[in-house]
């Protein structure tokens, strides 16, 4: 049986009203920042509900959604977090991390301290789902799932700069501990870990500038 359709609901504007729109847009989006000073200040759950609403509005291969999301706000469970991922962060820069990497990393000031993980009011940890099940546990193979995630995951880092927070992406190497702190199925593979709240008062980030238009794109 194929699947239903209904109308598209399209809104369409005039070429003027559109480009103040996109700019508007990426004026706004341009000032979001990768943040590692967080303040404590706590942060609605109603806020990051809305936020992981737009995360699961994004594509994805045959309509799938590959993707959970864990929000994380006890104090116990981020400090367990923080735990095992300064431990694996430890042997990344001592022991697993080539040299290359490390002298890329450096301008930004990364180390294996990561106290955001526990002083930011919320840690939303992103998982893909390597496969799906039905009701009565018969798998089901998820298309592009990696790629579907990535897409949600922009969208929720969009999503939390429009409601005026700040965000971290953190990947610690490797990351299945987050599957047992946070007692997650066989199917789920950590993703990223999105940390999310205000910055701190004092914070500060690396002076950088963005790739210009001519250096990303190419028109045809």
């Given at each position: ?54 995360a699961g509005s994004a594509p994805s291969g045959a309509n799938g959604q590959p993707w959970h999301f864990v929000a994380v706000s006890d104090p116990d469970l981020k400090r367990r ?28 000031g990364t180390n294996q301290h990561k106290p955001f993980l526990e002083t930011a009011p919320w840690l939303i940890v992103v998982f893909v789902q390597r496969y799906g099940l039905t ?86």
């Amino acid at each position: 049986m194929g699947a239903k359709f209904k109308d598209l609901e399209f809104q369409e504007y005039e070429p003027q009203e559109m480009e103040r729109r996109i700019r508007e847009l990426r004026e706004d989006l341009s000032r979001r920042r990768t943040v590692r000073e967080f303040s404590d200040r706590p942060v609605s759950r109603e806020i990051i509900a809305e936020c992981l609403r737009v995360a699961g509005s994004a594509p994805s291969g045959a309509n799938g959604q590959p993707w959970h999301f864990v929000a994380v706000s006890d104090p116990d469970l981020k400090r367990r977090i923080r735990l095992a991922a300064e431990a694996e962060e430890q042997r990344f820069y001592r022991e697993r991390a080539p040299k290359e990497w490390l002298k890329a990393l450096e301008p930004l000031g990364t180390n294996q301290h990561k106290p955001f993980l526990e002083t930011a009011p919320w840690l939303i940890v992103v998982f893909v789902q390597r496969y799906g099940l039905t009701a009565d546990d018969t798998r089901y193979k998820h298309y592009y799932a990696s790629e579907s995630v990535g897409l949600a995951s922009g969208f929720l880092l969009a999503a939390l700069h429009r409601a005026g927070l700040a965000s971290l992406t953190h990947t610690p190497a490797p990351m299945s501990f987050l599957k047992d702190v946070l007692g997650r199925p066989d199917n789920e593979r950590p993703f990223m870990i999105v940390v999310a709240g205000y910055p701190a008062a004092e914070a500060q980030v690396p002076d950088i500038r963005r790739k210009s238009l001519d250096d990303i794109a190419t028109f045809l």
